[in-house]
């Protein structure tokens, strides 16, 4: 059984850098196409996808967020770390990580079928 956890600080200060690392268990992240998401839920909003980090180790980024944005990860220790610089009140929200499997068959990613419990993550002075 495949989980995944989310952990890092709950408050961070604007303009710093926030920063949270998904500990995988049950898996390897380097398994051949598994991708490995960032997403976030800002309070009283839908989901946002902010990028994945390819079993090969290359990274993609939404263009939103992609100049703030660094998925890095350590296959030592089987963990994942998002860190998105300059943050502001904005970037508040529920930070989650999941997997998803590319289906070379379709063309396209599966439904993404595990998650994180998701961690909070409060911009604030």
């Known amino acids: 059984q495949v989980q995944l956890r989310e952990s890092g600080p709950g408050l961070v200060k604007p303009s710093q850098t926030l920063s949270l690392t998904c500990t995988v268990s049950?898996?390897?992240?380097?398994?051949?196409?598994?991708?490995w998401m960032w997403i976030r839920q800002p309070p009283g909003k839908g989901l946002e996808w902010i990028g994945y980090?390819?079993?090969?180790?290359?990274?993609y980024y939404s263009p939103s967020l992609k100049s703030r944005t660094s998925i890095s990860r350590d296959t030592s220790k089987n963990q994942f770390t998002l860190q998105l610089s300059s943050v502001t009140p904005e970037d508040t929200a529920v930070y989650y990580c999941?997997?998803?499997?590319?289906?070379?068959?379709?063309?396209?990613?599966?439904?993404?079928?595990?998650w994180g419990q998701g961690t909070q993550v409060t911009v604030s002075s």
């Open positions: 980090l390819a079993y090969s180790g290359s990274t």
């Open positions: 999941a997997r998803a499997v590319f289906s070379r068959t379709w063309g396209t990613f599966e439904p993404w079928d595990y």
């Open positions: 049950g898996g390897s992240i380097t398994t051949d196409w598994y991708y």
